[in-house]
């Protein structure tokens, strides 16, 4: 498979759940990359992974914690979330984390929050 | 499925010049057309635009869309070393239900 692929496409969890959410690029990219989209809203970026390592943290609530265990995998682990929450969650990778590589987006995992 | 066509894929223009970037697209229906610019991390947001016809400005920025003939410019003037960037257009659909369908980006260098 190519690009970037996000698992699951569609998930609903409560307020109490733990959930994660999945990313992988077959890319060969080294920066990826979460992102929120909201109704209503420009896309939100929420964090940023380079080479592994978390470059950027964009004022994101605790509740939401990202894990890049390699290049080619980024997760979002989910719990005690609230339903203003919901949303589209994006990731994207990208050859480096410079100004000029283009960022390739995934498919997105719709997050209902009940 | 969806379409967003960007043109040209890379653009390379000197200090001073004005440049305009093209976004055509192949959507059925869409709330909004929505420019980025990538700089560093991630897309920045430029404009929304929803209605045909109707120009929108930020500074030297400018877009417009045409619903009609299905695409959408982007125009900047006197531009600036600071204005490299990779340009991105994004089409919303229309229940925000979905995702966001970009198109594959125009990168702009300007030489001093």
């Known amino acids: 498979e190519t690009g970037v692929t996000q698992t699951p496409r569609h998930l609903v969890m409560g307020m109490t759940n733990k959930k994660s959410l999945k990313c992988e690029q077959h890319?060969?990219?080294?920066?990826m990359y979460w992102y929120k989209q909201s109704a209503k809203k420009p896309l939100e970026l929420m964090f940023v992974y380079n080479f592994k390592e978390q470059t950027e943290n964009n004022s994101v609530p605790s509740r939401f914690s990202p894990e890049c265990p390699n290049s080619s995998h980024l997760f979002l682990h989910l719990h005690t979330l609230q339903p203003e929450d919901s949303a589209l969650y994006l990731c994207?990778?990208?050859?480096?984390?410079?100004?000029?590589?283009?960022?390739?987006f995934g498919p997105g995992t719709r997050l209902t929050v009940l | 499925e969806d379409k967003v066509v960007q043109s040209p894929l890379s653009l390379v223009v000197h200090e001073g010049d004005t440049v305009t970037l093209n976004c055509s697209y192949e959507v059925t229906n869409f709330r909004s057309l929505l420019w980025y610019k990538q700089e560093k991390k991630a897309p920045t947001f430029l404009f929304m635009l929803?209605?045909?016809?109707i120009e929108k400005k930020s500074g030297r920025l400018s877009s417009i869309l045409d619903k009609k003939e299905l695409f959408s410019i982007l125009n900047i003037t006197a531009t600036q070393t600071g204005d490299s960037a990779v340009y991105l257009c994004a089409v919303e659909p229309p229940f925000g239900n979905e995702k966001l369908t970009f198109g594959t980006g125009t990168r702009l260098t300007i030489i001093p």
């Open positions: 994207a990778s990208s050859q480096d984390q410079r100004g000029t590589d283009t960022q390739y």
């Open positions: 929803t209605s045909s016809g």
């Open positions: 890319l060969g990219h080294n920066a």
